[in-house]
């Protein structure tokens, strides 16, 4: 896997397709990345104490490192 943490990529196939993003997280056993803004997904999160109330909470979920493409930082295209 030649992505790593603090690249930025492109996404190239799925609901995501053309957002452009930092990674956040690289998994290279899964061979899964964690993009910045992409692939966001709700939780429904239960009250933890009694006068607390539940949330749901968007979270970016791990996406395969297949569906996304690095960018060139310095000129902004993809290579």
């Known amino acids: ?6 690249d930025t990529v492109a ?15 690289a998994i290279p056993k899964e061979n899964r990345v964690v993009v910045e803004g992409v692939n966001i997904k709700k939780r429904h999160q239960r009250a933890r104490r009694g006068g607390q109330k539940g949330q749901i909470v968007e979270y ?3 996406m395969h ?3 996304v493409m690095l960018v060139d930082q310095k000129s902004g295209l993809k290579s």
């Open 1 to 6: 896997m030649r992505i790593k943490k603090n």
């Open 11 to 25: 996404v190239i196939t799925g609901k995501d397709k053309g957002k452009k993003g930092k990674i956040l997280k």
């Open 60 to 62: 970016p979920a791990p």
């Open 65 to 67: 490192v297949s569906n």
